[in-house]
C-alpha cells in the first residue's frame, strides 16, 4: 500500500478564514489528509485576539464534517514539525504579489533547511484574495459585518467580543 499523502497547512490563523478555508479544501484535491497547524512562533510580533488552543477549536470545529483534515498546534521549525508528522508538502495561499515576495523566501530557507519538504502555493478563489486574519480582526473590532469572511465557529467567537465603543467627533476634546 502506497503511504498516505500528507499535506501541511501551517499559519497564524488569528482567526482561521474563509479564505483558508478555500485553500484546505483545495489542498484534498491532491492530499490525502491535510494538517492545519497554528504555529507558536507567528510572523507578526502584535498581541493576537485567539489563543493558539482557541483558534484550533476554531479551526476543528470548521472541518467537523470532513474527516481528513486535522487541526493541530506546532512549537519551532516547521520542516521539523513537517518531517515529525510525515508530511513532504508544505501548503500556503498566495493572494497578492507581496504575498509572493514573502512566501518565496520562506519556501527558499524552508527548502535549504530540509530539500525533502516541497511548498506548494495555491491561489484561493477570487471572492477571498482580499480576505486576511489582520483585516478580520480589524473590521470585526471595529463593528463591522465580516459574516462573509470567516467560518461560522469563528463567527459565533467575533460576535461574542465587545465593539469597541464608538467616539463621535463633537465628543473629541
Ligand atoms: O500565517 P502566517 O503568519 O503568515 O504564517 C507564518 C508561519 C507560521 C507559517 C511561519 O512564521 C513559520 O513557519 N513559523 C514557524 C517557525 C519557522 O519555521 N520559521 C522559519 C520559516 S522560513
Not at 515529525?84 to 508538502?89: E, K, Q
Not at 493572494?95 to 527548502?111: F, G, H, I, L, P
Amino acid at each position: 500500500m502506497t503511504e498516505p499523502r500528507v499535506a501541511l497547512f501551517p499559519g497564524s490563523f488569528d482567526p482561521v478564514t474563509s479564505g483558508h478555508e478555500d485553500i484546505v479544501r483545495r489542498a484534498l484535491a491532491f492530499a490525502d489528509r491535510v494538517v492545519v497547524a497554528v504555529s507558536h512562533s507567528p510572523t507578526q510580533s502584535k498581541k493576537p485576539m485567539f489563543s493558539v488552543e482557541e483558534r484550533v477549536r476554531m479551526i476543528r470545529e470548521t472541518f467537523a464534517g470532513e474527516p481528513r483534515v486535522e487541526a493541530a498546534e506546532f512549537q519551532g521549525l516547521l520542516v521539523d514539525y513537517a518531517r515529525r508528522i510525515g508530511a513532504r508538502v508544505v501548503v500556503r495561499g498566495v493572494r497578492t504579489v507581496s504575498d509572493w515576495e514573502y512566501e518565496v523566501q520562506m519556501a527558499a530557507m524552508n527548502r535549504a533547511l530540509a530539500p525533502d519538504v516541497e511548498t506548494v502555493f495555491l491561489a484561493p478563489a477570487p471572492e477571498h484574495s482580499f480576505v486576511s486574519g489582520t483585516l478580520v480582526r480589524q473590521v470585526a473590532t471595529l463593528g463591522g459585518d465580516v459574516s462573509r469572511f470567516v467560518p461560522a465557529a469563528v463567527l459565533r467567537r467575533l460576535v461574542r467580543e465587545e465593539p469597541v465603543p464608538v467616539v463621535r467627533p463633537e465628543e473629541i476634546v
